[in-house]
């Protein structure tokens, strides 16, 4: 969350490249085929990731007035993650596999059946938890080619990288200062100079100030 209400640490992009002239029908397109999806236990998957509107984290009905603000589209990534309790899941499997062993007469379980009885009961148990829920506003001014993610955490930007470049087949840098060369235009040579450039000291190092002016 953050573009509508709430926290504005956030990390920034410029975006190049040429915005189709159908991009109010492709990008809805792209964004309905790239739309959040619950997790597949089944698949054992424990976590999913995709798009869903900016006001509503379980809406994936993209329609135009949703996502686009004049020259901005704004959506949401979300984040669903199912993390069981380690002490817990420890308990339950000690108390599965000391039932099981005295149902079987044995004095001790093999490993691969300790190992068959904890996937068992992992896949029971991510079956009744409820998964962690997280979303990262995302707004795009396609206008400036500049797009803001409310994210500061780097595995979620990465991800948001792929999934950028996957629904809207343009990559998003990250802005820096050479970045922000690039977008003023500075030619490739002038680029390599200022990468060339010796690091300076802004200001006087700490005492510094107060010696010359004692020297004085």
């Known amino acids: 969350m953050g573009a509508l209400a709430g926290t504005i640490t956030m990390t920034c992009y410029y975006v190049q490249g040429e915005i189709p002239k159908d991009f109010k029908t492709s990008y809805l397109d792209a964004l309905r085929k790239n739309a959040f999806t619950e997790i597949d236990l089944e698949l054992e998957h424990d976590e999913s990731m995709g798009w869903v509107t900016i006001h509503d984290p379980f809406n994936v009905d993209f ?3 949703d996502v686009l603000w004049g020259s901005y589209l704004m959506v949401a990534l979300r984040h669903d ?6 002490a817990a899941v420890k308990l339950h499997v000690r108390k599965a ?3 099981a062993t005295k149902k079987s007469g044995k004095e001790k379980l093999s490993k691969s059946e300790v190992e068959e009885i904890k996937d068992r009961l992992e896949k029971q148990l991510k079956k009744k938890a409820l998964p962690n829920i997280k979303t990262f506003d995302m707004v795009w001014n396609m206008e400036r080619g500049v797009v803001w993610l409310w994210s500061t955490n780097k595995k ?4 948001f990288i792929d999934f950028f470049q996957e629904t809207f087949g343009l990559v998003p840098s990250e802005k820096n200062p050479y970045a922000q060369m690039e977008q003023l235009g500075f030619t490739e040579e002038l680029l390599e100079k200022v990468l060339d450039l010796e690091p300076a000291a802004m200001s006087a190092p700490p005492g510094e100030s107060r010696r010359r002016r004692r020297s004085a």
């Open 63 to 65: 329609e135009l007035n």
């Open 156 to 159: 979620v930007n990465e991800q």
């Open 81 to 86: 993650t199912i993390r069981l309790p380690a």
């Open 97 to 99: 596999v000391a039932d």
